[in-house]
């Protein structure tokens, strides 16, 4: 499965759009990009996973490039409750794959 | 409904006794996944269940780990015996067999102290 790069950490004001960027330059066509989250010792939570076309369901928005080498996750009015590590991961198009986890980025919302 | 359930949520032991961990997937999940995160390092992924049978096992650490899936429900995840390294939270995570992928459903881990 294709490497992503995240930054780190990042901080947002609660309230306002929260924009957390992935970089995959190495993605496949067969490849998709999940993301997920978590929050402090909980379970990883599932939020989106698109492979071509944006995508937005109740929690974010995946805008994904149309080079597919980068993608951003969106979330539109970030509250406390939004601080968490965030994964950005690719995952090839094959049912029951697991998923690879990185370092993903810290992101601090603070009011 | 219910979603991934694991049990115990803590375990603390002493190096050198047995622990199982349980996972009870999702209702219907084929798909059944163990992961573990160790202090201060990346989530894991240790091994992945079709129904009863390990479709990879590519990251189980050594021989002290034993994972089933007896009748393609509920898996254990066993240590035996426990070393201090083990210490960490072990996540269970299942999904259903469909074309295209589904994403994973995590349960809220067992965290595992051995002293």
């Known amino acids: 499965d294709a490497k992503t790069t995240q930054p780190p950490s990042m901080d947002c004001a609660e309230g306002r759009a929260a924009n957390l960027p992935c970089n995959h330059s190495t993605i496949s066509g067969n490849e998709y990009v999940y993301w997920y989250r978590q929050i402090h010792s909980q379970g990883p939570q599932y939020i989106i996973h698109?492979?071509?076309n944006n995508e937005t369901n109740e929690m974010a928005s995946l805008i994904i490039t149309e080079d597919r080498k980068s993608s951003t996750l969106i979330l539109p009015h970030a509250t406390l409750r939004d601080t968490a590590v965030y994964y950005c991961i690719v995952r090839v198009e094959r049912t029951g794959t697991a998923l690879i986890f990185g370092k993903g980025t810290t992101l601090s919302v603070s009011s | 409904e219910a979603g991934v359930t694991q049990f115990p949520s803590h375990s603390v032991i002493e190096k050198g006794q047995t622990v199982t961990l349980r996972c009870d997937p999702i209702s219907g999940h084929d798909n059944l996944y163990w992961y573990r995160r160790v202090m201060g390092k990346e989530i894991k992924f240790l091994l992945h269940?079709?129904?009863?049978?390990?479709?990879?096992e590519s990251g189980m650490p050594n021989n002290r780990f034993l994972a089933e899936r007896t009748g393609g429900t509920y898996s254990t995840l066993k240590v035996q015996p426990a070393e201090l390294e083990d210490s960490g939270v072990y996540f269970c995570a299942s999904s259903p067999i469909r074309l295209g992928n589904s994403p994973l459903h995590f349960g809220n881990g067992t965290r595992l102290t051995v002293t």
């Open positions: 698109g492979l071509k």
């Open positions: 269940f079709v129904k009863e049978s390990k479709q990879d």
